[in-house]
Every structure is written in C-alpha cells, then in structure tokens.
C-alpha cells in the first residue's frame, strides 16, 4: 500500500467508501482552538514555511530537543532557513510519532506537496514550492481557511479582551466564516504559582493575581472589593462575550478539585483578605476557585452555552527554559491522581439547581478514559441529545491511538452517535489537516467492523453516524446563530 494516498489510514473497502461518500466533503466546525484572531482579522500572509509551520508550535520543539537540535535552532536567533532546515533533519526520525503524518497531510493540504518525503535531502524543494505558494492570495490566514472548508473557528480569549478584532472579522462582510471568541477565565480563578523569574513567593503571586483583578476593573470601570463584585464583573463580561457571538467557556486544571461545602460568604471572607494582598493557603484559593467555577457553571447554563473542562495537564515543568520562553514552550506533560469525585460533585451541585450547562469533558491522561466516558452518562438530562460530551483526544492524545482509545471508551460507556467530534486546540493554521485525520480514523474504525461483520452492511446506517459525528453534532449542539 502505498503511504499518504488517498486511501490513508482506511484499511478496507468499507472504511474507503465511508470515508470518501460521507466524511471527505464536510464542512469544519473547529470549536476550539488558540487561533489569534488578529491575524484573521488582518488576514496576515506568512513570509515563508518556518513562520507558517514552526512558529509556536511546541509538539515540532518537543521532537527537535529530543534530536538534540540546539534551542538557538528551534526558538532562538536562527535564520528562518536554518530552522527550517533543523526541522527537516528531524522530521525522519519521527516516523511513528504523529508529527510524521501530520508533516505529510499539511504538505498534502493545503499546499498540494504530495510527490516526496520531507528530509534533509528534500528541504530545499518544499522551501521553494511551499514559499512560492504562500505569495498567493489564496494562502493567507483567511484563505487558507476557505482552502480548507471551514466554517467556523472559535479562539480563546481571557475575559479582559476588548474582542475588537472579532469586531473587526464581524464587520467584514466579503468574510463568510465565523470566526468567535470563547470565555476563558483561567487568570481570575488562579493565583500563579510560578513567577518570571522561577521563584514562588506567594506574595509576589498574590500581587501578579490582583494585578489582572485591576485590568478587569479597568476593562468594566467597576472596583471589585469582594467576591459579589468579581462575580458581578465576570458575568459583565460573560455576557459581553455572548452579544459577540460566544457560545463557550473553556477552563483549564492541572488536577481538578471542588469544596462541594463552599459559601458564599467563606468566599467573601478569603477574596477580602486576598484584596489586601494577604497569602492565603493552597485550600482558601481551592474554596474560592470552588466558588467562582460553580458560578460561571450557572452563567453558562443561563444563556445556553457549553463548558469546556480541560483536565490534567503538568505545566511549565522546565524552570529554565520557562524563564527564558515562558509558558507553552514544550515542557508541559501529562499529570496523574484522579479528579473523579471533585469532578461528580462539581457537575452534581449544579445539576442540584437545575443550572448544569452542556459539557465537555477533556483527559490528557488515557487512564482516566473510561472514568470520563462513564461520568458523562450520570448527568444525562433526556432533554438535550449528548448534553454532557465526553471530549475528542486533547493534546498528547490527538493521534491514532490516542484516537483510537477515546472513541472506543465512547462507544462502549456511550453513545458515539451523539459525539461533537474532532477539534484541532492548535495555534497553527496548517493544522485542519486533524480533522482529516479523524476522520479517516473513524471511518476505518466503523468500516472494518462492517467488513468483520459487528456492525451491519449498511452504508446509509453507518455512514449517518460518520455525517453526525465529523459535523451534524457539533452544527446542532452549540447554537451558533446561524446553525
């Protein structure tokens, strides 16, 4: 068999059919990702193939380390060419790890690149066809976009941002996709627990913390004293976001944790001696979090929208190169301990009031897959299909095995009919190929128990569920007007 054809990944006849007849023409409905809108907004073009594919991007860092490429190669002071060139050395080497796949499929599309393998030998040919094709106008931000048949993207956005450059997309009316922000409140619930400069005093934690509490008082014009002001001031600014389109809050724990026993009144007390500029301890900031989550739980429940819970990430594990890059630099891992009972309890205090919103649930460790898959299933309401969502593979789980994994725990703990299916989390905008990816995944996986004869020889049965999955779901759960 041939590598990267247009049979990739589809290992028989009944996963080609499903593939190509029901999955290959969908539009993208890509619900998360770390897109910067202003980029969209100016429809920026990229210089040339570093800038477009290595530029931020940490899982291409991650390899280059592991081949011993020096950081001056990666993020440092470089030629573009010379990085491009030490990516090149490396790509060989990750044959297995889904870089390898993914370097082929971006190459494939949108920059039509399907004649060779990428390696050292070869790098000076994709520099020149791949920079010759990004002066085209169609290889922008917003063209690229449009190559790639998508529909919607939503960005990530802290709730301090003014959004002018969704206004600004909004406004556009030659632009047809829906570009929308979504409410990410990481920065008003955590106090930080590593300053710039790899201490962690936690005075300096608390100063940094309130200095973000003075930007939202800036960005509302209202003074936040206490705990009812800052939950007044989020729901301002949640509302804000939901006359620009948003329809998402996305929240993200290293291990999830929630004071079922809060009160208000608790969390008064611990916001006012924190506004003071006291320290307070690992638990008061766990009660207050407790506090602030349950009740942007009830804002989203409120207007409709969904809530994203990204769990188990161990970040910014490398205080050297932390200090010198900052965050989301490749030294982030999967983290272990189990958040199931914080996790049941926070869903049920919500479900108690009748105010649990729409759901999503995200593991970036692969042991906690079928905790998740048979979490979801508690808090069914028989009111919304799928109404609590058991997340597509996150990160380090968003290759074929990954994959794989995730949709058999679905499949067997729930049902993969309802599934919203495959968002890309990527700041890079080569990086749609994904759901290309996914979605050969989850055809060869449905068309080789057709062929194995666990599932019927029904290609309109079937191939529904593929429709549903890759774009039906996610189009009628989210409620993007329009859809």
Not at 193 to 219: A, F, H, K, P
Not at 316 to 321: A, C, F, Y
Request: glycine content about 8%.
């Amino acid at each position: 068999m041939k590598y990267l054809d247009e049979h990739f990944l589809l290992q028989s006849v009944s996963a080609r059919r499903l593939y190509h007849d029901f999955a290959a023409a969908l539009p993208i409905i890509e619900y998360h990702s770390h897109l910067p809108p202003m980029l969209i907004a100016g429809d920026h073009r990229f210089a040339n193939m570093s800038e477009i594919w290595l530029g931020g991007d940490h899982y291409k860092w991650r390899s280059m380390r592991a081949a011993g490429i020096p950081e001056r190669l990666i993020t440092g002071d470089a030629s573009e060419w010379d990085k491009f060139q030490a990516w090149a050395e490396v790509v060989p080497q990750t044959l297995r790890n889904p870089l390898y796949h993914w370097t082929h499929l971006e190459l494939r599309r949108p920059l039509g690149i399907d004649d060779l393998l990428f390696g050292p030998e070869t790098a000076p040919e994709v520099w020149k066809r791949g920079n010759a094709m990004l002066k085209r106008p169609d290889f922008s931000c917003r063209g690229i976009l449009r190559q790639m048949n998508v529909q919607t993207v939503c960005t990530t956005d802290d709730p301090a941002d003014a959004l002018e450059y969704h206004e600004q997309i909004a406004a556009d009316r030659d632009f047809e996709i829906r570009v929308l922000p979504t409410f990410r409140p990481d920065r008003a619930l955590n106090i930080p627990r590593m300053l710039s400069d790899g201490s962690t005093d936690r005075e300096e934690c608390v100063r940094i913390y309130l200095n973000y509490i003075e930007l939202l008082e800036q960005t509302t014009d209202i003074a936040i004293e206490d705990f009812a002001d800052l939950v007044e001031v989020l729901r301002l600014r949640h509302h804000y976001f939901h006359e620009h389109g948003c329809r998402l809050s996305d929240h993200g724990f290293g291990r999830f944790e929630f004071a079922e026993n809060w009160t208000e009144s608790e969390a008064a007390r611990i916001f006012r001696e924190l506004r003071s500029g006291k320290p307070i301890s690992f638990g008061e900031e766990m009660l207050l979090r407790s506090g602030l989550m349950f009740e942007i739980g009830r804002m989203n429940a409120e207007k409709g929208w969904t809530m994203q819970l990204h769990l188990g990430a161990l970040r910014n594990n490398r205080t050297r190169l932390f200090l010198e890059l900052g965050p989301d630099c490749g030294c982030d891992s999967m983290g272990d301990g189990s958040s199931a009972f914080a996790l049941s309890r926070f869903l049920d205090s919500l479900d108690r009031i009748d105010r649990l919103p729409k759901t999503i649930l995200y593991n970036l460790n692969p042991s906690d897959n079928e905790m998740l898959a048979t979490m979801i299933g508690n808090f069914q309401d028989g009111v919304v299909p799928g109404k609590i969502q058991y997340g597509s593979g996150w990160w380090f789980l968003d290759q074929k095995e990954g994959m794989e994994r995730q949709l058999n725990a679905l499949s067997n703990q729930g049902l993969l009919s309802r599934f919203v299916g495959m968002l890309t989390d990527s700041r890079s905008f080569l990086s749609f190929t994904r759901h290309e990816y996914f979605r050969r995944i989850l055809c060869n996986l449905l068309g080789t128990e057709m062929e194995q004869g666990l599932l019927p020889n029904d290609f309109e049965l079937v191939g529904s569920l593929v429709r549903d999955v890759c774009y039906n779901n996610a189009k009628n759960y989210f409620g993007f007007d329009g859809e």
